[in-house]
């Protein structure tokens, strides 16, 4: 069964340097996400990207996040200046063809910034 | 807010016996999706559950939604040690409020005895 992917699955960075999250969606699929989970909180929404544009973001993704996809496969979140709160699980997730379908979550980057 | 919140928060069981995990939400949803997470992995989609319908099977679970209460139930029979884990419920919220983005609860987290 076709899965999304995540790389690396854990990544230590030190506060102020600048990382880059990898996801592969599943792939035909057309709508992708990011998200991310604090350690014991709730999974929240980071941002939606469909035609090769951000299509909504929420108020954690600010002027540090970007997402790219580079290019048919890879879908990534840049965070310019890590900070120590950026310290959580990362979640990568993608739908098909329609919004309302089954949302495919990765199995995560740990990031944790020092 | 839209988040769905499960209830309860913390549930523990012998192996054999049916766990029903509940979600409230708060404003109309399009579709209301039911995940489970091993503790520090991913997530697992279980079922998805539309605004049109009322249950849904997928072998040992059964999802039923209330729009009237806004309420969803997720039941595991016949639980196993290995279905120990967090249950979080998701939604979305009607087409043309956001472009697909979930909204997650806190979850449930089980434990099942051997």
């Known amino acids: 069964e076709p899965e999304v992917t995540q790389t690396p699955s854990h990544q230590v960075t030190q506060m102020g340097q600048e990382v880059i999250l990898r996801c592969v969606p599943i792939s035909n699929h057309l709508y992708f996400y990011w998200y991310r989970q604090i350690l014991g909180q709730k999974v929240e929404f980071l941002v939606s990207?469909?035609?090769?544009?951000?299509?909504?973001k929420s108020e954690i993704f600010d002027d540090q996040f970007s997402v790219e996809r580079p290019d048919g496969s890879n879908f990534t979140l840049k965070i310019r200046s890590t900070k120590l709160e950026d310290s959580a699980m990362y979640f990568c997730?993608?739908?098909?063809?329609?919004?309302?379908?089954?949302?495919?979550f990765g199995p995560g980057t740990r990031l944790t910034v020092l | 807010s839209q988040q769905g919140e499960e209830d309860p928060q913390a549930l523990s069981i012998q192996e054999g016996e049916n766990a029903t995990m509940n979600c409230s939400y708060k404003?109309?949803?399009?579709?209301l999706q039911w995940y489970r997470q091993n503790s520090g992995r991913g997530l697992v989609h279980l079922i998805l559950i539309r605004s049109n319908e009322r249950e849904k099977h997928s072998g040992r679970l059964r999802v039923t939604l209330d729009t009237s209460k806004k309420s969803s139930s997720l039941l595991i029979t016949a639980s196993r040690a290995a279905d120990t884990a967090s249950y979080f419920c998701?939604?979305?919220?009607?087409?043309?409020?956001?472009?697909?983005?979930?909204?997650f609860g806190r979850g449930t987290q089980l434990t099942v005895w051997p």
């Open positions: 997730a993608s739908t098909g063809g329609q919004l309302g379908d089954t949302q495919y």
């Open positions: 998701a939604t979305d919220k009607d087409r043309g409020s956001t472009l697909g983005r979930l909204y």
């Open positions: 404003t109309s949803i399009n579709n």
């Open positions: 990207f469909y035609n090769n544009e951000i299509s909504e």
